[in-house]
């Protein structure tokens, strides 16, 4: 009975032990609160990525817990990295990671992933007042698809000629600029992104010469059911008052989209028909 008693009393004393030093590692900070994290956390449907569980203290022997809600996904002795992939609503998280040593235990802040859609290549239209010396430039540039916001920035050739300017609405973004008519024509493209990293999207090269003449650079023309974009269209309107000149020159890109005839078994040697859309200067 004497033994029964001692052991119960040892087992007392550990457990008083335990907790005395887990009060002591929270009052010293020996034990923080483990990190949760992840490279990114803007992620499209069906992505694979990583989440990483550590604590700062590297000496002790920590168990490591990663919960998604309140479901248990992970045990793991040391360091955790886990991979998963984030295809439905409840795999966004949140989630959250708890660090254990002996009885004492720490848990993460919550980490959420946000699902995102990719942008897609933007339009770019130019609007072009020409005097006799100088051409005032507005530049407006607009992706259709893609999660807001989205951030566009302009360019002249391969340089960056405007701020990122971002959209948390769908519209176009718009850049204005002053250049002299001496010189070569000057070719401008615009850049469309969001919070994927990886994903940013680019409009076709418009040039506009000093004649005053647009031109696509290696355009591509795309065939079957998806909308494609068949040349630039220019509408001039000239000014003329006295000694005064000038001209205003609207620039865009209209769309078209491949359509098959309503009745394929009766019209065999029917055409393909297209759709065309107003084009609005």
Known sequence: MWKKSFLMFLFSLSVQKAALDCERMRKTNEFPSPNLNSQMDAVMRGQNVSLSCFNQNKSLRITYFLFRGEKCLSIQNGPMTFNLTISEARDVGPYKCKAQVSNCSKYSREFNFTFVDPVTAPVLNISVVQ??????????????????????????????????????????????????????????????????????????????????????????????????????????????????????IHYTTPMFQEVAPRDQETCNDCKTGYVYSELIF
């Open 131 to 248: 005097t006799k010396t100088d051409s005032y430039i507005m530049l407006r540039c607009i992706s259709f698809n893609g999660s807001l916001p989205i951030n566009y920035t302009f360019f002249e050739k391969n340089m960056a000629i405007s701020p990122a300017i971002s959209k948390n609405v769908r519209e176009p973004a718009e850049f204005n600029l002053t250049k002299n008519n001496t010189g070569e024509g000057k070719e401008y493209r615009c850049e469309a992104k969001n919070r994927l990293p990886d994903h940013a999207k680019y409009s076709q090269l418009v040039t506009i010469p000093s004649a005053g003449k647009a031109m696509k650079d290696n355009a591509p023309r795309v065939y079957g059911n998806t909308p494609m974009e068949d040349g630039i269209y220019a509408n001039i309107c000239k000014n003329q008052a006295g000694t005064e000149y000038s001209q205003e």
